[in-house]
C-alpha cells in the first residue's frame, strides 16, 4: 500500500468549530488531493496541490481551506464546521498529475453536530 | 470543464455472471480514463484504466472499453464473485491536467 495516512479518522465536532484534517505521505509525490464522498454524489474534489505551497481550488472549496508547508503533509481545514460539511474526507496523491494512478487514504468520517 | 455520466448506480449479478458499468464524458480532449474500485470502509484504488490510444485493455476478469467517437467508455467484469461487490468508480481527464473528475459511481452487489 502506498504511504498515505489521514488522521484522524473519525471526529465529532460541533457547528462553528473550526476542524483541521491532516493527510501525511511517505512517497514523495508531488501532487495531493483533498475530496469529499458524500451519497449520490460521488468523489468531489475540494482543493488540491501541485507543490510546496502550491495549491488551488476543485469544484466545492467553498467553507474549506488548505496548506501545504512541506511536501509530506496537506492540511485540510474547516473554518466554521456546518452540518453540510458533515462528510467522509479522502486524501488522495499522485506523483505526475491527474493522469496517472492516484493512491486514496482510508478516509477521514466528520461529523458536524 | 469535464463532466462523466455514470450507468448504472446500483447493479445486483448472480455469481458468475458478467457485469458492464457504462459512463460517457463530455471533454473530446480527454484521454485518460481511470477506474476505480471502493471496498467497504476504504479508500478507492485503481483496478485498470484506458488511454485514448487504444480501444480496449484487459486484465484477467476486468477489461475496459472506449469509444472516442461516441465519447464513451465501459468496465466489463466476467465471471463475478462475491469479493467484485464494491463501488466502482470512472473518470476522465487530459495529459497535463492536474485533477480527475469523477463519475458518481456505482454500487456492485455479487450475490452467491
Known amino acids: 500500500d502506498a504511504g498515505i495516512t489521514q488522521s484522524p479518522r473519525h471526529k465529532v465536532t460541533e457547528t462553528g468549530t473550526p476542524v483541521t484534517l491532516r493527510c501525511h505521505q511517505t512517497e514523495n509525490h508531488r501532487y495531493m488531493y483533498w475530496y469529499r464522498q458524500d451519497p449520490g454524489h460521488g468523489l468531489r474534489l475540494i482543493h488540491y496541490?501541485?507543490?510546496?505551497?502550491?495549491?488551488d481550488k476543485g469544484e466545492v472549496s467553498d467553507g474549506y481551506s488548505v496548506s501545504r508547508s512541506k511536501t509530506e503533509d496537506f492540511l485540510l481545514t474547516l473554518e466554521s464546521a456546518t452540518s453540510s460539511q458533515t462528510s467522509v474526507y479522502f486524501c488522495?496523491?499522485?506523483?505526475?498529475?491527474?493522469?496517472?494512478?492516484?493512491?486514496f487514504g482510508q478516509g477521514t468520517r466528520l461529523t458536524v453536530v | 470543464g469535464e463532466n462523466v455520466e455514470q450507468h448504472p448506480s446500483t447493479l445486483s449479478v448472480q455469481e458468475g455472471d458478467s457485469a458492464v458499468i457504462k459512463c460517457t464524458y463530455s471533454d473530446s480532449a480527454s484521454n485518460y480514463f481511470p477506474w476505480y474500485k471502493q471496498e467497504l470502509g476504504k479508500g478507492p484504488q485503481l483496478i485498470i484504466d484506458?488511454?485514448?490510444?487504444?480501444g480496449e485493455k484487459k486484465d484477467q476478469r476486468i477489461a475496459v472499453t472506449l469509444n472516442k467517437t461516441a465519447k464513451h467508455f465501459s468496465l466489463h467484469i466476467t465471471e463475478t464473485q462475491p469479493e467484485d461487490s464494491a463501488v466502482y468508480f470512472c473518470?476522465?481527464?487530459?495529459?497535463?491536467?492536474?485533477?480527475?473528475?469523477f463519475g458518481k459511481g456505482t454500487m456492485l452487489l455479487v450475490s452467491p
Open positions: 488522495a496523491i499522485s506523483g505526475e498529475g491527474a493522469d496517472t494512478e492516484a493512491f
Open positions: 473518470a476522465a481527464t487530459r495529459s497535463g491536467y492536474s485533477t480527475l473528475t
Open positions: 484506458i488511454r485514448s490510444n487504444v
Open positions: 496541490s501541485y507543490g510546496v505551497k502550491d495549491t
